[in-house]
């Protein structure tokens, strides 16, 4: 099979072959055609895609116990899987807000529009981000602890270093003097 731009070429080489034009005409009809090629070129394509988008919407209404699941969410719109929260799947898709999704179908307020795992994912993230948040206070508040510890620590050890040094066998000059 020739490739788009063979095609183009081919087509554009014949008509040029037959009238005089000049090379703005021939560029200007490479890129007609190159585009009207393309867009039949993708138009067979385009229709497998809403065919395939399309399917599953055919099938049976699903309850809603079954479009919450576990690992994922199944829009009960369009039947669509693979969430693991509808709320921008449904503005984007549908332009349902959370709310006349739940009056749509009948779903309690209650029921989170995610997946159960992930939710509770992200309530795990949640809790984990504050611990870390109470672990890292901690350790800031210990560290500045030690710190100022440390300092007034110091203190104290430089005349302990200088009593020692006097008394110490290090100067006996000074005690004989
Ligand atoms: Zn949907």
């Known amino acids: 099979m020739k490739t788009l731009i063979e095609l183009v070429a081919e087509i554009v080489s014949a008509h040029a072959s037959n009238t005089t034009m000049t090379t703005d005409q021939i560029v200007n009809e490479l890129q007609i055609i190159h585009a009207a090629l393309k867009n039949l070129e993708n138009a067979p ?13 055919k099938e049976s209404t699903i309850t809603v116990r079954q479009a919450f699941r576990k690992d994922e969410v199944i829009c009960m ?5 693979g969430f693991k929260t509808l709320k921008k799947h449904l503005s984007t898709a549908h332009q349902l807000t959370p709310g006349q999704y739940r009056k749509q179908f009948g779903i309690k307020s209650s029921q989170k529009l995610a997946a159960k795992n992930f939710s509770e994912a992200r309530r795990k993230a949640a809790e984990e981000r504050g611990m870390t948040d109470i672990l ?5 508040k210990r560290m500045s602890n030690l710190t100022s510890r ?3 620590a110091a203190k104290p050890v430089k005349p302990a270093t ?3 040094t006097v008394k110490g066998p290090g100067r006996p000059k000074k005690v004989t003097k």
């Open 45 to 57: 394509v385009e229709n497998e895609i809403t065919e395939s988008a399309v399917e599953p919407s």
């Open 77 to 81: 719109v369009c039947h669509k899987g």
């Open 136 to 140: 890292a206070k901690a350790r800031e």
């Open 150 to 152: 440390k300092s007034a």
């Open 162 to 164: 200088s009593t020692r």
